[in-house]
């Protein structure tokens, strides 16, 4: 894994934070940190563009519209979750 630095707005900041703190209360057992926040929300970012994974070809839905970004977001802890359960 590769590490990237960047710039952010404090607002976007905050943002962030927030949803850090609504996926650890959604998932009990589970911390998520700014860090993790950031993967998860890009991880669904992409997947929502259909940049799902490497190398893949973008896909879009037949109507055109997915899963709004947060919700994929939260698939995205959940999924998290159940790997570290896993472990």
């Known amino acids: 894994m590769k590490q990237i630095t960047f710039r952010l707005d404090p607002d976007l900041i905050a943002r ?11 998932n009990p057992g ?5 860090t993790d926040a950031v993967r998860l929300l890009l991880e669904a970012g992409l997947a929502e ?3 799902g994974s490497v190398g893949r070809a973008p896909t879009r839905s037949r109507t055109g519209l ?3 970004p947060r ?3 939260d698939r995205a ?7 570290r359960a896993i472990r």
Do not use: C
């Open 16 to 26: 962030l934070d927030a949803y850090a703190l609504h996926a650890t209360e959604a």
């Open 30 to 34: 589970l911390s998520v940190n700014r």
């Open 49 to 51: 563009a259909g940049f």
């Open 66 to 68: 997915g899963a709004r």
């Open 71 to 73: 919700d994929s977001a």
């Open 77 to 83: 802890v959940r999924s998290m979750n159940n790997v």
